[in-house]
């Protein structure tokens, strides 16, 4: 894959890799909504709250976007582009037969209610369909975490099953409710 580092802007949104400059605002982000995001999350290695150990995740993340294996994504408000706000992630980007990616993401606890994941999310959804010309998006989600669900609904996922025990989520197996996104437009390499 031989794509620019990517930097969505959307009205209010920046959506951008990560830099080594960007760990203090990770860790803040981090910090500031561990109780919040723990419940949704799965537990954190040894570590996890340390400048080494996101270090090393920027660095990574930087490698497995130019090997066409994933696009971590960090979201910061155009207004205050230095602070950390949330995280989309593409992930498990599969080609040949596939097309296809898993997201994930998160917002901080404080930015909830504003439309800022549904913003984010639309501005991630173009560049995996127009810009990486995949042709499945996958998300799933708690069946407790109701937001979840309407959020990707409103985007037009679709339910298409329900997993028992699938993740590991804070130290318990959940079930989760499974969706996709398809690619109406989307293009053969021989095109």
């Given amino acids: 894959m031989n794509l620019d580092l990517p930097v969505l802007q959307t009205p209010r949104l920046i959506l951008r890799l990560f830099f080594h400059q960007d760990v203090p605002s990770i860790l803040d982000y981090y910090l500031q909504n561990k109780d919040f995001l ?16 996101w270090q090393e995740q920027v660095q990574k993340g930087v490698l497995e976007f130019e090997w ?9 408000k155009q207004a205050d582009p ?12 599969c080609w040949g037969a596939s097309y296809s990616c898993a997201l994930g993401y998160s917002l901080a606890e404080r930015e909830q209610g504003r439309g800022y ?6 501005a991630a959804i173009r560049y995996s369909f127009e810009d990486l010309n995949l042709h499945r ?3 799933s989600y708690m069946p407790r975490n109701e937001r ?20 590991m989520i804070n130290g318990q197996w959940e079930d989760h409710i499974l969706t996709s996104l398809l690619n109406s437009n989307w293009r053969s390499n021989s095109d």
């Fill in 137 to 139: 998006i996958m998300a």
């Fill in 68 to 76: 066409g294996e994933s696009v971590k994504l960090g979201l910061f």
């Fill in 38 to 53: 723990t419940h949704v999350e799965p537990t954190r290695p040894p570590g996890f709250y340390t400048q080494e150990f």
């Fill in 148 to 167: 979840s669900g309407l959020l990707l609904k409103r985007l037009g996922f679709v339910v298409e099953g329900y997993a028992r025990n699938y993740l």
């Fill in 82 to 93: 230095e602070i950390l706000i949330g995280k989309v992630n593409l992930t498990q980007i």
């Fill in 117 to 122: 994941m549904t913003e984010a999310l639309t």
